[in-house]
């Protein structure tokens, strides 16, 4: 049964500084790993989305990595802003199961 | 503008009682399903559709109904609420199955509270 986990399951940073995000899964056999991205309040949204064939995607300022020998992903948050405060969930699975299985998330605050 | 509508989005609902929370996309999506979030639980998948007439379990069932009649709708059935079903409620879709490229696009949430 894949199971996914996020740590840590919050962070504050100042404005400005590198972050990284980490999620690690059980079962290796995931068909992809999705990033998503969630105000208070309000739905998901889809940030970056890794196929099981590649090894990273990158969208402006953010880069997500996955290595599946590990059980590991990664979300890279550049020169951090206070818009980016929010709660940052990783997600996966899918495939022959048909079902995405979420991480508890971590809560971004970047401090202006 | 397209995507996917939760109707409501917020429901006092008192226990035994029962309701419908709907879901309507305008994607032409194949996969709908529904998750429910809970504080230190994380989204966890309540039942999911591959399409028209194909229904199937997910990690937390119990209590809960659905149906897909039309590839538009899928309506989560709650027949006798129970504190324990308060929760955010979301309903997310994609092109065919959470897999490859097919991104799942979510609903903004139904906050449901059972009294």
């Known amino acids: 049964k894949q199971e996914v986990t996020q740590i840590p399951a919050a962070l504050s940073v100042p404005e400005g500084e590198n972050l990284v995000l980490n999620c690690s899964f059980t079962?290796?056999?995931?068909?992809?790993l999705q990033w998503f991205r969630q105000d208070p309040g309000k739905g998901l949204t889809s940030l970056l989305l890794?196929?099981?064939?590649?090894r990273e995607q990158t969208s402006g300022r953010l880069n997500a990595s996955l290595d599946k020998s590990s059980g590991r992903s990664t979300l890279y948050i550049a020169a951090s802003q206070p818009g980016d405060s929010a709660t940052y969930l990783c997600?996966?699975?899918?495939?022959?199961?048909?079902?995405?299985?979420f991480g508890t998330g971590t809560l971004l605050a970047v401090q202006p | 503008n397209a995507g996917v509508t939760q109707t409501p989005k917020f429901q006092v609902l008192k226990t035994g009682q029962s309701m419908t929370l709907q879901c309507a996309q305008d994607?032409?999506?194949?996969?709908m399903s529904w998750y429910r979030q809970d504080p230190g639980m994380g989204l966890r998948l309540i039942h999911y559709?591959?399409?028209?007439?194909?229904?199937d379990q997910g990690e937390v069932p119990n209590g809960y109904n659905v149906s897909r009649s039309t590839t538009e709708d899928f309506p989560l059935r709650l027949l006798s609420a129970a504190p324990s079903q308060t929760s955010v409620y979301f309903c997310?879709?994609?092109?065919?199955?959470?897999?490859?490229?097919?991104?799942?696009?979510f609903g903004a949430g139904s906050r449901l509270t059972v009294l």
């Open positions: 994607m032409n999506h194949e996969y």
């Open positions: 559709s591959v399409g028209a007439g194909i229904t």
């Open positions: 997310a879709s994609t092109k065919s199955v959470p897999s490859g490229a097919n991104v799942l696009t």
């Open positions: 079962d290796s056999a995931i068909y992809n």
């Open positions: 890794i196929q099981s064939s590649q």
């Open positions: 997600a996966g699975g899918g495939g022959a199961t048909n079902k995405l299985i």
